[in-house]
């Protein structure tokens, strides 16, 4: 019985979605006045006999039952008004125009019903504990996001909110137990729909545990979505960050052994400079940041010109390439850079800080030249 159910399951979606590239095809390619009408029609006229049945057992898409009948009676009125005289004329365009309008419909009527679908699975995965089960909620996730950076649709998003997929993401972000891939992706999904409406997830996103969650798991990823962030929030999270003590335990992930999570910790860290108050860039300051990215500068150079023994050169002449490969080259001058043409300091509180950076990069370099050259990278690369 679950194998009959699951292939008029099966056939139900590969009709729908027949009709939905049908119904994009119409639009794209509407009726004109040098084709037979018959002809653009025929795949929905062929799918509808198909189609009857099933439908009509499916209170979900009576509506799409509906919008067929409507195609076709109009179908049938266009073939009535094939003359020349102007009233015939002008009636071919109405209708044309209505045939349109139902294709529009028919198209959002079938999203709506995969997108009833999609939350459906998602909320029914997600909620699963077996282990088994892992694949597919890394599976479901990728798809959802998929769907959600399609851009916005209020019909969608009342779908999310209410099944309360933000909570269900939430609560499988902070669980210790679930699968880091999991939350990595989760992770990924909460970022996307903060990119699908700020207006809405923000809010989720600044009042409850997301943040703390992302810093503690110190994934690659979650790092990473962290900097998503930062960027999409900008100042109510870099303020979040500073207020609950976090900004110390990203400045922290700069001594991880996976030069992965450094890298993105260093975006992180370029964002709360561009978006950071006094208060942030002080705590910053004070976890050492100055002094561990002099030392990260310092070994990446070492490694530059040990690396085989070839120099800088050879990688500048791809500069995404060098920038991937060295995440940390210039980066004292590139955190002045981004303090200096960041939006919440004052002019005199941007001087202050860039001598304070200057007078820690004298006392943490190992050398002379070292000071020269970082210092030379400071005041070169930036303005006062």
Not at 52 to 71: A, E, G, M, T, V
Request: hydrophobic content about 40%.
């Amino acid at each position: 019985m679950d194998q009959t159910s699951n292939q008029v399951n099966q056939h139900l979606l590969s009709l729908l979605k027949s009709f939905q590239k049908a119904s994009k095809d119409l639009q794209k390619n509407p009726i004109s006045s040098t084709q037979e009408p018959q002809s653009t029609i025929d795949p929905f006229l062929d799918l509808e006999k198909d189609a009857n049945l099933i439908f009509n057992n499916d209170p979900n898409l009576f509506k799409l039952s509906q919008l067929l009948c409507n195609l076709k009676s109009l179908l049938e009125k266009l073939l009535k008004y094939q003359g020349y005289r102007l009233p015939c004329i002008l009636r071919r365009q109405i209708i044309k125009y209505k045939i349109y309008q139902v294709a529009c419909a028919i198209e959002s009527d079938i999203q709506a019903y995969f997108d009833r679908e999609s939350v459906q699975n998602l909320v029914g995965t997600l909620e699963g504990s077996a282990d088994e089960d892992e694949d597919e909620k890394v599976k479901v996730l990728v798809e959802f996001e998929k769907r959600l950076s399609r851009g916005f649709d209020f019909h969608f998003q009342d779908l999310i909110l209410k099944a309360k997929i933000f909570s269900i993401l939430e609560h499988l972000l902070c669980d210790s137990s679930c699968l880091i891939r999991v939350r990595d992706q989760v992770a990924l999904v909460i970022a996307s729909l903060v990119r699908f409406n700020k207006d809405v997830f923000v809010g989720l996103v600044l009042m409850g545990p997301t943040v703390r969650a992302l810093i503690s798991m110190s994934s690659c990823c979650s790092i990473r979505v962290l900097s998503l962030l930062i960027k999409f929030i900008r100042i109510p999270l870099v303020d979040e960050l500073e207020a609950h003590k976090e900004i110390p335990r990203i400045i922290s992930l700069l001594s991880s052994e996976n030069v992965a999570i450094q890298a993105e910790a260093m975006d992180c860290i370029l964002g709360i400079a561009y978006y950071g108050r006094r208060e942030a860039i002080e705590a910053m300051l004070e976890a050492g940041l100055v002094e561990k990215l002099v030392k990260l500068q310092g070994l990446e150079k070492q490694s530059n010109v040990d690396d085989n023994g070839t120099s800088n050169e050879e990688m500048e002449s791809n500069e995404e390439d060098y920038m991937s490969n060295c995440p940390f080259e210039g980066c004292v001058a590139r955190f002045t850079m981004q303090l200096e043409s960041g939006e919440m300091l004052s002019k005199k509180e941007k001087i202050e800080f860039k001598l304070e950076i200057l007078r820690r990069v004298r006392e943490a370099s190992v050398s002379e030249a070292e000071i020269a050259s970082i210092v030379a990278e400071v005041l070169w690369g930036s303005s006062p």
